[in-house]
């Protein structure tokens, strides 16, 4: 399971009509290196088993960073975990772009089908401090919806807009929590199109940590 997030990360790229989450030159990223070697917690084993979990920091931070910068972008919302556009939105983006990676995760020929349990796995490490899922905003009506009979949700993917994420100045800070300088790229000439700062908690979810506040 170690060795599913490398895998997961190259079909996204291929499937998620997103771009690469990480940067072309990921493999000599600084960034990746402090991770590596400031981050490794023991006491972080999340349990589920097929989830893309385990991996950490390391290797999971750009998977949800990069889809909830998108969705904030796109929708012009700021983090609050408290309204239930913002939620379901950053929800919506990051499923559709690795939800499919999910063992629990169901293919139809128009929908993809995730148990509630896989939601909440998902929620728990995009939104720190989030206890329960507000419910489905009509907003988002046609792209998300609940089947309360079978307690699964069904996503309608659509498509993104092409960019990348890029993350610099990852340290340590005084109170445990990381923090991080975010950019968001589009992919046709690597423009940027916004800048944000992020932190993070590391704790026992299924990326090995949970974001804490996004700022634009």
């Not at 379901?88 to 772009?97: G, H």
């Amino acid at each position: 399971m170690k060795k599913l997030i490398p895998i997961l990360l190259a079909v996204c790229m291929l499937t998620a009509l997103m771009a690469a989450t990480v940067s072309a030159d990921d493999h000599t990223d600084p960034i990746q290196s402090f991770i590596t070697e400031e981050t490794t917690n023991p006491d972080v084993v999340f349990p589920a088993g097929s989830v893309p979990a385990e991996a950490g920091l390391t290797e999971g931070i750009h998977l949800p960073v990069h889809a909830l910068a998108l969705s904030m972008w796109e929708h012009d919302l700021s983090y609050d975990i408290g309204s239930a556009p913002f939620v379901w939105n950053a929800l919506y983006y990051t499923l559709s772009l690795c939800g499919e990676m999910d063992d629990r995760a169901q293919r139809t020929d128009d929908a993809l089908l995730l148990p509630s349990e896989a939601v909440n796995d998902f929620a728990r490490a995009l939104f720190a401090g989030l206890e329960q899922l507000p419910d489905l905003p009509a907003e988002l009506d046609g792209f998300i919806s609940y089947d309360a009979a079978t307690d699964t949700y069904h996503l309608w993917l659509g498509d993104f807009a092409l960019t990348r994420t890029v993350l610099d100045d990852l340290h340590k800070q005084p109170d445990g929590t990381f923090a991080a300088q975010g950019t968001l790229l589009a992919l046709e000439d690597d423009s940027p199109l916004c800048s944000f700062r992020i932190t993070l908690l590391e704790n026992d979810t299924m990326f090995g940590f949970s974001i804490l506040d996004v700022v634009f």
